[in-house]
């Protein structure tokens, strides 16, 4: 007796349904996992917010206190410094990035031969450990055998205190920021700009264009989501810069370069406020987002332009 042929038409729905959502179900384990390791912590520094959190014999203790926290940020003087801080660090670091970098890309971009040595020159301030950058640069402003003094002095001018001046230790902290992440814009503005078709270029030069005319008018115009990309990339690297302040300052002299990822370091290790810790923590991604916000809608702006 022949054995029956079971049946496919139960499993055509089955196997419909997979070929339809193939895409959706080869990304739900991601997603579900990456779903697990964002939303539980958030939600956990958000409970962690609203409470008082104390430690009485290895244990802790949990107090809903909603308002404490809030009330404790808003009378918090240090926060507004680090916050005010933070904010001409990165924009003016981040500014001065993008523009040398751009400048960078199309200099190398114009090199014949030489174009990819000194593309692997440029790169190597990203390569190095930001804690042997802490310490070079720690070395070269200081006061008394820096190499930066060194040079002052054989001009015949007094030694400047760059890290001990209230006024200049900012500044000098931006000087680093500058010099290890203008290669990282270059690398990206780099490949927009040798991207740009050939005849382009070869177009304008034919009708006369000089060299200004043509960065300003096709070079830049061609690259600007690319720099727009950059941009936005440094700005939230910048806001939440914590090893270079802390290896070359820490936050000194005075508060004149704390910023709000080192106060919310002091908050979190040395103070033990691990709730009024978590609300420092949501009101800088505030901050953050505000600040990403009006960036793009001066760039909006300027694009509109």
Request: no cysteine; proline share 5%; aromatic share 12%.
């Amino acid at each position: 007796m022949a054995t029956p042929v079971p049946s496919t038409n139960r499993q055509r729905p089955v196997s419909d349904f997979i070929d339809r959502h193939f895409l959706w179900l080869a990304l739900a384990p991601a997603a579900l996992f990456l779903i697990a390791l964002t939303v539980y912590p958030f939600v956990s520094l958000v409970w962690m917010s609203l409470s008082t959190i104390t430690f009485d014999r290895a244990a802790e203790i949990w107090q809903f206190t909603p308002l404490a926290n809030f009330r404790e940020l808003v009378d918090d003087d240090l926060f507004r410094i680090a916050l005010w801080n933070t904010v001409r660090f990165a924009v003016a670091g981040v500014i001065a990035e993008v523009v040398l970098g751009l400048a960078l890309a199309i200099l190398v971009s114009s090199v014949g031969r030489l174009k990819g040595i000194l593309r692997t020159i440029l790169i190597i301030p990203i390569l190095m450990p930001p804690v042997a950058i802490g310490s070079m640069w720690k070395l070269m402003y200081s006061l008394d055998f820096g190499v930066l003094n060194q040079a002052i002095t054989a001009l015949g001018l007094a030694p400047v205190n760059w890290l001990g001046s209230t006024s200049l230790a900012l500044i000098s902290v931006i000087i680093v920021d500058i010099w290890h992440w203008t290669p990282f814009v270059f690398l990206i503005l780099f490949a927009a700009v040798e991207a740009i078709p050939a005849d382009i270029m070869e177009a304008a030069r034919m009708d006369g264009a000089r060299n200004r005319s043509v960065v300003f008018r096709i070079i830049i115009p061609l690259v600007w989501p690319t720099i727009i990309v950059a941009l936005f990339f440094r700005a939230i690297l910048a806001f939440k810069v914590f090893d270079q302040i802390f290896l070359l300052t820490s936050g000194g002299p005075g508060t004149s370069t704390e910023v709000v990822s080192l106060h919310l370091y002091k908050v979190y290790f040395q103070q033990n406020e691990l709730g009024y810790g978590s609300m420092l923590s949501l009101a800088i991604i505030a901050a953050t987002v505000s600040f990403l916000w009006v960036s793009h809608r001066a760039s909006r702006m300027l694009e509109a332009r």
